[in-house]
């Protein structure tokens, strides 16, 4: 079975740019969220897709973050105007909707804005 | 406000110590208590969890114990081996599907 993979695993643009970061959940997985970590403090929540449907967006640090998740598979995360502060390790995580709890992580996609 | 926190943010452990890793909470209505692990260049991968109906979890080395009336949990590895040499975070949720609030992560070293 395939895990959770994101795209692309690195990524440096400069302050003002825009930037898509792509999650791709494990199959049959409804549940689906954003984390992000900041130079070495904790993952931080961003928010939490069931299916198509935005669950819990209450993370999201501003309106420079647009989430989506189109038809209920897999999601994308758009910063735009990218700030110097976005910087940092985006995880996506993915659960199904019954059964385990367990959240299965993507390997990041990493941030870099100058 | 950070309502999980995580101590202590580095560990340097002898082969076949024991390591430990606490973390406290704030909201009595989490439910659900992971440990995650994670090695450099890849994202955490669940370690072990509990629920606070129970006090210790124990999986092969891995150890959680649990005190609901501090609020605490605390992660114990037996026998560390150098390839447990990686970061760990606690975390906590409330209900199905919720949402993980993490600790700081505790950046553990075994030495050979």
């Known amino acids: 079975e395939a895990g959770v993979t994101q795209f692309p695993s690195h990524s440096v643009i400069e302050k003002g740019q825009t930037v898509t970061l792509r999650c791709d959940p494990i199959?049959?997985?409804?549940?689906l969220y954003w984390y992000r970590r900041v130079m070495g403090k904790e993952i931080k929540f961003l928010l939490h897709f069931v299916k198509e449907s935005k669950q819990d967006e209450s993370g999201m640090p501003n309106n420079r973050f647009l989430a989506e998740r189109t038809g209920g598979t897999y999601s994308t995360l758009k910063v735009q105007p990218a700030e110097l502060e976005d910087s940092g390790v985006y995880f996506c995580?993915?659960?199904?909707?019954?059964?385990?709890?367990?959240?299965?992580f993507g390997p990041g996609t990493r941030l870099t804005v100058l | 406000q950070q309502q999980v926190k995580q101590s202590p943010q580095s560990l340097i452990v002898q082969k076949g110590g024991i390591s430990i890793i606490n973390c406290a909470y704030e909201?009595?209505?989490?439910?659900?208590f992971p440990w995650y692990q994670q090695f450099p260049g890849k994202g955490p991968a669940l370690l072990i969890a509990i629920r606070p109906d129970v006090s210790e979890k124990k999986e092969g080395r891995f150890t959680i114990s649990f005190n609901k009336s501090a609020k605490q949990f605390s992660l114990h590895i037996m026998d560390s081996q150098p390839g447990d040499s990686a970061t760990y975070f606690c975390?906590?949720?409330?209900?199905?599907?919720?949402?993980?609030?993490f600790g700081q992560g505790t950046e553990l070293s075994v030495k050979p």
């Open positions: 199959s049959g997985h409804d549940n």
């Open positions: 995580a993915s659960s199904p909707l019954a059964g385990t709890d367990t959240q299965y």
């Open positions: 909201n009595t209505a989490f439910d659900y």
């Open positions: 975390a906590a949720s409330k209900g199905k599907g919720g949402k993980l609030i």
